[in-house]
């Protein structure tokens, strides 16, 4: 599929465990065509998660921009962090290299900064000024801060200091599935992470992603806020529709 429509990019989510594509109307936050997922390659090196990256594009024939996500810092295209995923990608050029792989122009953001745009653009934020934060609980914890929609990117907050160690390795959803927690449990240290949140920031509304956001009625009870909690409105999606909105209409 070649983006003969003006209003499509292909969005491109690279995750720890998946790397899924699909074409997106940017106009109207809508997939155009079911999304492509393929298994992220172990050891997911740079050139290996590169080759998955050209199979996606190929899958849809793709012709045209292409917006990616990591999970890290990115800046001008390169990966500056690498918490959850081969440490080899720190100073790596992603946005040359799935260029390279893609024979098309692609530009690459954080996955929680993009999830936070499509969800501030078509989603839960939708239309909301003020301070915005959208925390992503999965494998690990990702966050964005918007203030009156500007995103401010790879502010990296899931690393914060919480009872003296990094934040996500104690309230992401992950550390739930590996301990086998209950809810509540592990409700209790998202709600300890979300008033360490808000000392720092004073959020109006914090949007909670990630896969566990399906579930938000399992734990959102235990939550207790000062700010507004709301779950995200995209799912699975939110990552390829905020990459592939960072392109631009
Ligand atoms: C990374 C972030 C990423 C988050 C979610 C963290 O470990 O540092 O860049 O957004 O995981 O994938």
Same mark, same amino acid.
């Given at each position: 599929m070649t983006n003969k429509l003006p209003n499509v990019r292909l969005g491109i989510d690279i995750g720890g465990t998946g790397i899924k594509g699909a074409p997106v109307d940017v106009t109207a936050g809508k997939l155009t065509a079911d999304r492509f997922r393929i298994d992220t390659p172990q050891p997911a090196t740079p050139e290996a998660v590169a080759k998955t990256v050209g199979e996606i594009a190929a899958h849809f024939d793709w012709k045209g921009p292409i917006g990616a996500t990591m999970p890290g810092v990115v800046k001008n295209g390169v990966l500056l962090t690498a918490a959850n995923i &081969?440490?080899?990608?720190?100073?790596? &050029?992603a946005a040359a290299l799935f260029t390279k792989a893609t024979g098309n122009p692609v530009s690459v953001l954080n996955d929680a900064d993009a999830a936070g745009i499509a969800e501030m653009t078509f989603g839960a934020g939708k239309g909301r000024t003020g301070v915005v934060v959208m925390i992503t609980l999965g494998t690990g914890i990702g966050f964005a801060v918007f203030n009156d929609g500007v995103l401010l990117p790879n502010t990296e907050l899931g690393h914060l200091e919480m009872n003296g160690k990094d934040a996500e390795e104690q309230a992401s959803a992950r550390v739930r599935d590996l301990k086998d927690e209950s809810w509540k449990k592990w409700a209790a240290k998202v709600d300890d992470y979300l008033d360490h949140v808000d000392a720092l920031l004073w959020p109006d509304l914090i949007i909670i992603g990630g896969g566990v956001s399906k579930k938000a009625d399992k734990f959102f009870p235990y939550l207790d806020t000062r700010a507004e909690l709301v779950a995200a409105k995209f799912e699975n999606e939110a990552g390829i529709v905020g990459a592939a909105l960072a392109l631009g209409a």
């Open positions: &081969d440490k080899s990608w720190v100073n790596t &050029d």
